[in-house]
């Protein structure tokens, strides 16, 4: 399984902000669209991203509040990536290893969306659904040994 099945499926929505957008505007969209990360673009190329966790480091660092920081400021500027191709176990890898909870797809330099350790989660537990069921059916369909039929001389 790949990235790009993840994307069939998840849809192709994308929420960008811009560097030298207030935090505050890009906190409030994040709010507003019950999303845990925006994607920061600049001149159409992916240059960061911003996530609740970089927010809560601001907000703390700030003495409570976002004040006027930009999203420059207090963004991820070499977000983890990954291409539709990447299989999903290697993508699993990656998030682990780097405590990533989103991660920008790219093919290219063209960005083809977001996916959360979340989706992941999701797509990694269906699939194992779906095997599971079909090894319990196959399981069931079983054929019955025969036992041979044939006389011991003696």
Not at 137 to 142: F, G, K, Q, S, V
Request: glycine letters at 8%; aromatic letters at 6%.
């Amino acid at each position: 399984m790949k990235v790009t099945d993840i994307l069939k499926v998840k849809g192709s929505t994308l929420y960008t902000v811009a560097p030298d957008d207030a935090l505050a505007e890009a906190v409030s969209m994040m709010a507003q669209l019950d999303i845990g990360s925006l994607v920061v673009m600049e001149h159409g190329d992916l240059v960061g991203m911003l996530t609740f966790r970089e927010v809560i480091s601001a907000v703390v660092a700030n003495g409570g509040s976002v004040g006027t920081q930009r999203v420059r400021k207090v963004m991820d500027d070499a977000p983890l990536t990954c291409t539709p191709e990447t299989g999903i176990d290697e993508v699993r890898r990656m998030m682990l290893g780097r405590h990533a909870r989103y991660m920008p797809v790219l093919d290219r330099r063209t960005l083809m969306g977001v996916i959360s350790f979340y989706d992941v989660a999701k797509t990694v537990v269906e699939a194992q659904d779906f095997e599971n069921r079909m090894l319990k059916a196959y399981i069931r369909d079983w054929p019955e040994a025969k036992e041979e039929k044939g006389e011991q001389g003696g």
